[in-house]
């Protein structure tokens, strides 16, 4: 028994699924819309989690933004890929912009020191991430892996 028809394919020359009719107003969101602000809280959240671990070491009261904060950068990551972003681009891009902005900001806050080979670092994976998006960006329009 051929299971196509329990489970019809969509390029099958099946009708798309009815819309409601509050959906059928609604514009169409893409993808940007609701992908990119919720990269930007988790890479908000991980860099505060960063950043008060560094604080709870004289307070401890901090860890209560820790655990918060890093379980929010998980739960906002798991949303973008549930969206479609690649996971090499979703996680490079949370990771090079968490480093950059957890090293300035400490620096800020903390006084640490942003020595010549730390900024070279920085610009070094801010390029690796660019690497790895337009790698991504290529292969999806090209058409393969």
Avoid: Q
Avoid at 58 to 83: D, K
Avoid at 115 to 121: D, E, F, I, N, R
């Amino acid at each position: 028994m051929s299971t196509g028809a329990l489970h019809p394919r969509p390029d099958r020359g099946n009708p798309p699924p009815p819309v409601s009719a509050r959906e059928a107003r609604r514009p169409p969101r893409s993808r940007a819309s609701t992908v990119w602000p919720l990269l930007g809280a988790a890479i908000c959240s991980e860099v505060a989690a960063s950043l008060a671990l560094k604080a709870a070491l004289g307070h401890p009261g901090w860890y209560l933004l820790v655990v918060t904060g890093y379980s929010a950068a998980f739960v906002f990551l798991a949303a973008v890929l549930r969206r479609g972003l690649p996971v090499g681009v979703a996680y490079g891009i949370w990771a090079a912009t968490g480093v950059t902005l957890t090293a300035l900001l400490a620096a800020l806050v903390f006084g640490e020191a942003l020595t010549p080979l730390v900024l070279a670092g920085i610009v070094l994976v801010v390029a690796g991430v660019l690497c790895v998006e337009v790698g991504a960006h290529r292969a999806t329009r090209d058409g393969g892996a």
